[in-house]
């Protein structure tokens, strides 16, 4: 070979990237080209052994003896030196005289190593990953076998083995309903993919399993569905969650509707949010027309809804965020106020923000009424307690004083017929006489108080008795311009009871219309039925009585005349009356307008 075509093959070695050398057969390099020069240095004349790997003997994967012997030999072999892994392939030359050396390609391949044993490890890892993933990962025909699943496939539809799997058939075994199957695959054929695609397939012991897929085609070449790969979740705890959640909220609202009490609940800015039966029937509203339409404050009174928020941050009322039994008035659709018991909480969210208002109302008016009706009745029985001690007293003081005041009276009438009725005397004497018959009549009140008139009680008509005192008793109230009205019922039934003391109720209280009436006025006297009660009532068009009044007239020696007129015992003595005959008086009055006393007693 002549020197210019010596030159051009060493610049064409020079130029390869891969490293070539030559080695005589005693292992001496001959010749190195420039990449080899660059990774291992300049060993021409040196022994390969020493240049490649730092070593006094031949390499331990040396292949001299195959090469020389007319073998080509292609082996991979790691270099500590340079840290990096070559492919080296060795062929054998002979030389012009006759002997024998080797040609040594060294191609770098460790980028490619390390670029295989990434992609080893993504395919172990990805097997893994196909194998042990929770859910189930599939590839499938589109005729309708699996080609492959995963152990989560087979294992959650209850088959034994993955071969097991393999032999079903997907539309018929595997779909609960196999048009199920045909819509899957309409889709995907559509849109190319599926996402989260819900359907329920059948396990192999035949139970339902709701699944969610989402898969995509496999296509050829030729852009032909060929299958599908996709991955399966079972929905079986979710809708098993979801049916106790719902069955849990349908509970939950049957409770709050089925509530006695009313329920409401409302967002931090007073939107209501929960209005149950109770509230609708309590305070009027709708729960159509409230939830989400109407504030909250317009159930309470103004300024009440502001108080019940600050009463629930404040640690008085049961603690902060809880008001419990707090009593309050509400307002009704109709704008009627409503006697309530309101036990409200603060409800908060994780991060213990308010969120919400929830309140249970009690509706206590019929519980208020009950104990209007205790007090009255115990104030009532207070009232015979008192009556029936001062009965007691008066008794005993009426029997006492009534023989002297007797013996006075006497004397008094024996005095007067001494006396020249042109005497001033005379005046004087009648005068005291006046005043002791005004103290026996008061006496005999007393005794009637403490001991009524035990007259056997028939059947009365309470027209007759009315019309008899008001025709003895007109001329008289004439005289004091008082005008009288009547308005007798017809058919009204007949009561049981003593004649004499109904006349005296009636006096006593035609009496006190006259005295409320000075300057005359109307006087009306009406008649009715009322459920299994004849009533009277007796109205005045008098000054009336005062509202702290009202609770005091029936007491004894209660009066509001001057007290030269009476002593108060007139409606004790009334009421004793008609209460012993299982009736009951009422009063109402308007001052500066009149009062009107109802007499209700039982109907034979």
Not at 97 to 125: C, H, N, P, W
């Amino acid at each position: 070979m002549s020197d210019a075509d010596s030159c051009k093959l060493n610049a064409v070695l020079d130029a390869m990237e891969d490293g070539i050398y030559i080695i005589a057969s005693d292992y001496t390099i001959e010749f190195m080209n420039r990449r080899m020069q660059e990774t291992f240095g300049d060993g021409t004349g040196k022994k390969c052994h020493e240049v490649i790997h730092n070593l006094s003997e031949p390499c331990p994967w040396c292949a001299r003896a195959r090469v020389l012997a007319g073998e080509t030999v292609r082996q991979e072999v790691f270099i500590p030196p340079v840290d990096k892994v070559y492919e080296i392939t060795e062929f054998p030359l002979r030389n012009e005289d006759g002997s024998a050396s080797m040609l040594s390609i060294y191609r770098d391949v460790t980028f490619r190593k390390q670029s295989e044993k990434k992609l080893k490890t993504t395919e172990e890892s990805f097997k893994s990953l196909f194998e042990h993933v929770g859910c189930g990962v599939y590839l499938s025909t589109r005729e309708g076998r699996f080609l492959d699943a995963n152990r989560a496939l087979w294992k959650t539809l209850g088959y034994g083995s993955k071969e097991e799997f393999l032999k079903i058939d997907i539309a018929r075994d595997l779909y609960l309903k196999p048009e199920d199957r045909r819509a899957f695959q309409d889709r995907i054929e559509r849109d190319g993919h599926v996402l989260d695609h819900e359907v329920t397939f059948r396990r192999k012991d035949g139970a339902p399993m709701p699944v969610l897929l989402t898969a995509h085609g496999v296509r050829d070449e030729y852009g032909n569905v060929m299958g599908y790969e996709g991955i399966m979740t079972d929905q079986t705890m979710r809708k098993r969650m979801e049916k106790e959640l719902r069955d849990a909220t349908i509970f939950l609202s049957k409770l709050i509707q089925s509530s006695p009490n009313a329920i409401m609940a409302a967002d931090m800015k007073g939107n209501i949010l929960i209005w149950n039966r109770a509230a609708e029937e309590i305070l009027g509203y709708k729960a159509g027309d409230v939830i989400g339409r109407m504030n909250i404050e317009k159930v309470y009174p103004e300024g009440m809804a502001r108080q019940v928020m600050k009463m629930l941050r404040s640690s008085d009322y049961g603690g902060v965020g809880v008001l419990r039994s707090h009593p309050l008035l509400a307002v009704n659709q109709d704008g009627r106020t409503v006697d309530a018991d309101l036990s409200a909480a603060v409800i908060y969210d994780e991060k213990g923000r308010e969120m919400a208002t929830v309140g249970i109302m009690v509706d206590v008016s019929s519980r208020m009424e009950m104990e209007r009706k205790l007090r009255q009745i115990q104030e009532q029985l207070l009232q015979s307690e008192k009556l029936a001690a001062m009965g007691r007293l008066t008794s005993q003081i009426a029997h006492e004083l009534n023989n002297p005041l007797y013996g006075i009276m006497n004397t008094l009438e024996l005095l007067k017929s001494e006396v020249p009725a042109t005497s001033k005397r005379r005046k004087i004497l009648e005068m005291a006489l006046s005043e002791t018959v005004r103290l026996t009549d008061m006496l005999r009140k007393m005794l009637i108080f403490s001991k009524p008139d035990q007259e056997a009680r028939q059947e009365t008509d309470l027209n007759a008795i009315m019309d008899e005192l008001l025709l003895l008793y007109g001329k008289q109230l004439s005289e004091y311009s008082v005008k009288v009205a009547i308005d007798f019922a017809e058919n009204l039934p007949t009561v049981k009871a003593s004649r004499n003391q109904l006349r005296q109720v009636f006096l006593n209280m035609i009496t006190n219309a006259r005295d409320a009436m000075p300057e005359g006025g109307v006087l009306t006297v009406r008649t009715f039925a009322r459920g299994e009660f004849a009533c009277v009532a007796i109205s005045d068009t008098g000054c009336g009585i005062k509202p702290e009044h009202l609770d005091k007239i029936f007491e004894a020696f209660f009066t509001t005349k001057e007290s030269i007129k009476g002593v108060g015992l007139g409606l004790s003595v009334c009421y004793g009356f008609i209460r012993d005959h299982g009736g009951d008086i009422s009063v109402e009055s308007t001052p500066g307008e009149g009062t009107t006393f109802t007499v209700s007693l039982p109907a034979v």
